[in-house]
């Protein structure tokens, strides 16, 4: 790492003590930056990079609940309003047991760069709760979200912070939060919250919106290599919002999806997923994917292992941070790997980033392969804005504009940094240096 960012590093980690996560998100993006502070020393002096570290604002309130048997239940809830040089803070809302500050703070940094790949006016936020929605029947997931709304309303708003679904925050949660934001409010802004249900203001497209643009940028990718998804095997990891459109728009492009998994277990489905099937268990009945395998015939269930031991051409990793490591890259790269399109944030550690990279596999970060979430989302402001809404096939043609446009800035801003098909530096340049240069203009704030 560039020794003037390696003293700024030090200072960043001092800072925010135990928060992994964060110091992982921030170390990654430092690697990629030196050759920009060369031509553009005017970061430097305007301490760009120290303010870039520091969340504009960091909001952390009690959730209190009470569950289905009268019992009173106390939650944290997080949001993080990281950058907003670019427009109102955007980004998901994560509800899991793991979520604490080094995690939103990682998500929210991650999102600063991701928002400005997509050229969109949006800047960089993200929050949620240590509350687990597993297991919990519906009335007391509603007054979970009803409490956690009672406070971050006072935060958010169209012109403010716009929050969206993430882990264990999907259509069901967004409603949920909006009704009660309409009651505390009294006012119908649509655009205060991504991810509704269409009938009230959401978009088409929006819910396959991350799954099917993480697939777009992986076969932008293969066609440098003048290969596609056709023919492919893929393997992908989650079984969620992300997975499961993953693995769609992967089969309609002729790739075959062998296996996906829960944090229970994994499917291997040779013939290919069954979406419909998958769909129904995860979607509609909130089973276990152990389900899955009961259901269909010639799949096998392996109870715990790692999804990555299934052998493939194209691994497109869609659960959660950290979930692919350095051996598991080195197995995926001994049975013939070629691309890896991340459609979590962070999944691959740095460990299996390096491994990747070292034997030309063709690797897409989170923060570029899977920004199709966001991107449709600020889709959605733009429905909300006009009071109009898109049909699908317009609004898909929208997100598979965005994703080609992605991938080429990615591809060019590491091309005129001297490392040609290197996604992870183009990625990480060409969100810094747009975020960079707003925060120049708008002064020392
Ligand atoms: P969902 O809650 O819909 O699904 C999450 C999936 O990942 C589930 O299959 C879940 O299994 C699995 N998972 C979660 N945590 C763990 C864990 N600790 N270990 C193993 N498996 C785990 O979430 P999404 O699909 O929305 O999100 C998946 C990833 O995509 C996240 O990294 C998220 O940040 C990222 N992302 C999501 C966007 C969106 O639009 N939703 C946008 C951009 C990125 P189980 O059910 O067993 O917990």
Same mark, same amino acid.
């Given at each position: 790492?560039?020794?003037?960012l390696? *003293?700024?590093?030090d ?7 135990? &928060? ?5 998100a921030? /170390?990654?993006?430092?690697e990629?930056l030196?050759?920009?502070?060369d031509?553009?020393?005017e +970061?430097?002096?305007?301490?760009? @990079?120290e ?5 504009e604002r960091q ?6 609940w009470t569950?289905?048997a ?5 939650n944290?809830?997080?949001r993080v309003?990281?950058?907003?040089a670019l ?5 998901g809302l994560r ?11 990682? @998500?929210g940094?991650e999102q600063? +760069? ?8 949006i800047g960089?936020g993200?929050g949620?709760?240590?509350f687990?929605?597993?297991g919990r029947?519906d009335? &007391?997931v509603?007054r979970?979200?009803q409490?956690f709304?009672? &406070?971050?309303?006072r935060h958010?708003? $169209?012109?403010?912070? /716009?929050?969206?679904?993430?882990i264990?925050v999907?259509?069901?949660e ?11 409010t ?7 919250l991504t991810?509704?249900g269409?009938s009230?203001?959401g978009s ?7 799954? +099917?643009?993480?697939?777009i940028?992986t076969?932008?990718m293969?066609?440098?290599?003048g290969?596609s998804?056709e023919?492919?095997?893929?393997v ?6 992300? *997975?499961?459109?993953?693995?769609a728009k992967a ?5 075959t999806? /062998?296996?996906c ?8 489905d $040779?013939?290919?997923?069954?979406v419909a099937l998958?769909r129904? /268990? ?5 089973a ?9 015939a010639g799949v ?10 299934v052998g493939?051409?194209v691994?497109l990793?869609?659960?959660t941070?950290?979930?692919l490591d350095?051996?598991?890259?080195a197995?995926?790269?001994r049975?013939?790997?070629v *691309?890896?399109?991340?459609?979590a944030n ?5 460990? *299996?980033?390096?491994?990747?990279q070292e034997?030309g596999?063709? +690797?897409?970060?989170?923060?570029a392969?899977?920004a199709g979430g966001?991107?449709?989302s600020a @889709?959605?402001?733009?429905q ?8 699908f096939?317009?609004t898909?043609?929208? @997100?598979?504009?965005?994703?080609v ?8 801003t590491?091309? $005129?940094y ?6 992870v530096?183009?990625a990480n340049?060409g969100g ?14």
């Amino acid at each position: 790492m560039d020794a003037r960012l390696e *003293a700024i590093r030090d200072t960043v980690l001092a800072r925010n003590p135990g &928060e992994a996560e964060f110091h992982q998100a921030v /170390v990654e993006v430092f690697e990629s930056l030196g050759p920009v502070h060369d031509r553009h020393p005017e +970061f430097l002096e305007a301490a760009i @990079l120290e303010r870039l570290c520091e969340p504009e604002r960091q909001i952390i309130f009690r959730v209190p609940w009470t569950d289905d048997a009268g019992r009173v239940r106390i939650n944290r809830g997080f949001r993080v309003e990281f950058n907003s040089a670019l427009g109102p803070y955007k980004g998901g809302l994560r509800f899991h047991p793991s979520v604490y500050l080094g995690i939103v703070k990682f @998500l929210g940094f991650e999102q600063i +760069f991701k928002n400005a790949l997509t050229g969109m006016p949006i800047g960089g936020g993200k929050g949620g709760s240590d509350f687990d929605p597993r297991g919990r029947s519906d009335a &007391e997931v509603m007054r979970f979200c009803q409490s956690f709304m009672t &406070e971050l309303y006072r935060h958010i708003g $169209e012109y403010t912070d /716009v929050p969206a679904g993430d882990i264990g925050v999907g259509g069901r949660e967004i409603g949920y939060l909006f009704g009660q934001y309409k009651r505390i409010t009294n006012r119908y802004e649509s655009g205060v919250l991504t991810g509704k249900g269409v009938s009230w203001g959401g978009s088409l497209v929006r819910p396959e919106a991350t799954g +099917f643009g993480t697939v777009i940028f992986t076969q932008e990718m293969l066609k440098t290599r003048g290969t596609s998804l056709e023919g492919q095997r893929v393997v992908v990891s989650g079984s969620g919002n992300v *997975a499961i459109n993953a693995i769609a728009k992967a089969q309609s492009l002729g790739a075959t999806v /062998v296996a996906c998994s829960d944090s229970s277990g994994y499917v291997v489905d $040779e013939t290919g997923i069954d979406v419909a099937l998958l769909r129904e /268990v995860k979607e509609v009945q909130r089973a276990r994917l152990k389900e899955y395998a009961e259901r269909r015939a010639g799949v096998s269930y392996v109870d715990g292992g790692s999804v990555w031991d299934v052998g493939a051409t194209v691994a497109l990793p869609c659960a959660t941070q950290n979930e692919l490591d350095g051996g598991a890259a080195a197995r995926l790269v001994r049975g013939g790997l070629v *691309a890896v399109g991340e459609g979590a944030n962070m999944p691959s550690t740095r460990g *299996a980033i390096a491994v990747f990279q070292e034997a030309g596999v063709l +690797f897409g970060p989170g923060k570029a392969a899977n920004a199709g979430g966001v991107a449709t989302s600020a @889709l959605e402001m733009q429905q909300n804005a006009s009071r109009d809404s898109w049909s699908f096939e317009h609004t898909e043609e929208r @997100l598979t504009d965005i994703m080609v446009g992605i991938h080429e800035r990615c591809a060019a801003t590491a091309e $005129e940094y001297g490392e040609p098909g290197n996604y992870v530096l183009g990625a990480n340049i060409g969100g810094f240096v747009k975020v960079a240069d707003a925060m120049l203009a708008q002064g020392l704030i």
